[in-house]
Nanobody
């Protein structure tokens, strides 16, 4: 089992940048695929980006491709989401999640979730 805690959210102007972090507990972090999701008010939670256990494979939603970068540091049990060129439509609560199937691809099973961190982008 793994516990997840997000940080790094905040208020930023459009065009700005933020880096989110998700710290995981447990000694088996490197065996999990990791992902970022977001939920805007009145909308369903949506996929943002994911990364395989080794970091060799990454996946992005079309809406963030070229602006967001997911990465991980298995020595620090942490996954990151670097968000650049932020837009007001990126405003949401951002969640990280862990996939015990490790590949974080379309077959991922997102079994573990953090509490979320708020990102607000002003126009």
């Amino acid at each position: 089992q793994v516990q997840l805690a997000e940080s790094g959210g905040g208020l930023v102007q459009a065009g700005g940048s933020l880096r989110l972090s998700c710290a995981a507990s447990g000694r088996t972090f490197s065996s999990y695929g990791m992902g970022w999701f977001r939920q805007a008010p009145g909308k369903e939670r949506e996929f943002v980006a994911s990364i395989s256990w080794s970091g060799s494979s990454t996946y992005y939603a079309d809406s963030v491709k070229g602006r967001f970068t997911i990465s991980r540091d298995n020595a620090k049990n942490t996954v990151y989401l670097q968000m650049n060129s932020l837009k007001p439509e990126d405003t949401a609560v951002y969640y990280c999640a862990a996939d015990p199937r490790a590949q974080a691809d379309q077959h991922a099973r997102w079994d573990y979730w953090g509490q979320g961190t708020q990102v607000t982008v002003s126009s």
